[in-house]
């Protein structure tokens, strides 16, 4: 399944691409997908594999270089002084709201096409609903209904096992494909 990126990790790949382009060539790549073959201005996942050892064996310093810079970038993130369950319930409990109210009833999921998996978005009701919300059964019946909708389309690959990245339409009958 795909994930949601942190805004954190998107700013960070701007940083380093300067135009928010998902991969970067500084003698190796940051980003999020490469393609079996190179298209749309993306490189080949071989192609990156092949660069970052280019670039290992042949430019170590600017390898370090880079690794510094990103460094530098992350460390101050690390370092949050926010205390560790620094959510308080009714956090918690607008958030929850929150996802339940832009609940696609009629096709499942969280806003339109192309529809995208939210397993962060399921594992937090489910954890919630693991608690004593006064939502636990509204929440159970919105990831039930999402878990169903998405695995009676064609996003869920019986001979792989799992889901595709995302449907192309609402109904999560069409997979899209990395082809």
């Not at 997908?33 to 490189?43: A, L, Q």
């Not at 990156?48 to 670039?55: E, G, N």
């Not at 290992?56 to 370090?64: A, I, M």
């Not at 002084?81 to 620094?86: C, D, G, L, Q, R």
């Amino acid at each position: 399944m795909d994930i949601e990126l942190p805004l954190d990790f998107k700013e960070f790949l701007k940083l380093l691409n300067g135009n928010g382009a998902r991969y970067l060539l500084i003698g190796g790549y940051a980003g999020t997908y490469f393609p079996p073959v190179r298209r749309y201005n993306m490189p080949a996942f071989k192609d990156v594999l092949a660069s970052l050892t280019k670039a290992w064996s042949e430019d170590k310093q600017e390898v370090d270089r880079v690794g510094n810079q990103i460094f530098e970038y992350l460390q101050p993130q690390a370092q949050r002084n926010e205390p560790a369950n620094s959510f308080t319930q009714q956090t918690l409990e607008t958030t929850t709201n929150a996802l339940l109210e832009s609940y696609d009833w009629n096709h499942g999921g969280w806003g339109s096409a192309p529809k995208f998996p939210q397993p962060m978005a399921v594992e937090y009701l489910l954890r919630r609903a693991s608690t004593d919300s006064p939502q636990h059964d509204p929440i159970l019946k919105t990831c039930r209904h999402v878990l169903n909708a998405m695995s009676r389309g064609g996003m869920y690959d019986v001979v792989g096992v799992g889901f595709a990245r995302y449907s192309v339409d609402n109904f999560w009958l069409v997979p899209h494909f990395d082809k």
